[in-house]
């Protein structure tokens, strides 16, 4: 079964937005932090934002003012509003719990940001 299912990625041009989702299995979004990773090839993946209890969310310098992590627990899932995306933004993008104990990553999705 399926517990994390991320989409929403594509190709934009700097400047564009992108909204990704991230859908889970039942509870998971509600009981845990969430956050949303990325990956470029040869690269370590890193957490570019989370959300915690209340709402509240950080994020990683390279993103601040321009991502918008946020979550519905009614439907288990979270989401990552991009906007003013630059090239260095590419990577895959994946969601999970934030914690010592992560889940089986997902597929990622692919965000391109070329001209």
């Known amino acids: 079964q399926v517990q994390l299912a991320e989409s929403g990625g594509g190709e934009v041009q700097p400047g564009g937005s992108l909204r990704l989702s991230c859908a889970t299995s039942g509870s998971i979004v509600s009981i845990n932090a969430m956050g949303w990773y990325r990956q470029v090839p040869g690269q370590q993946r890193e957490l570019v934002a989370d959300?915690?209890?209340?709402?509240?969310?950080n994020y990683a310098e390279s993103v601040k003012g321009r991502f918008t992590i946020s979550r519905d627990n009614a439907e288990n899932t979270i989401y990552l509003q991009m906007n003013s995306l630059k090239p260095e933004d590419t990577a895959v993008y994946y969601c999970?719990?934030?914690?010592?104990?992560?889940?089986?990553w997902g597929q990622g999705t692919q965000v391109t940001v070329s001209s």
């Open positions: 959300i915690i209890d209340g709402g509240s969310a």
């Open positions: 999970n719990i934030v914690g010592p104990v992560l889940l089986p």
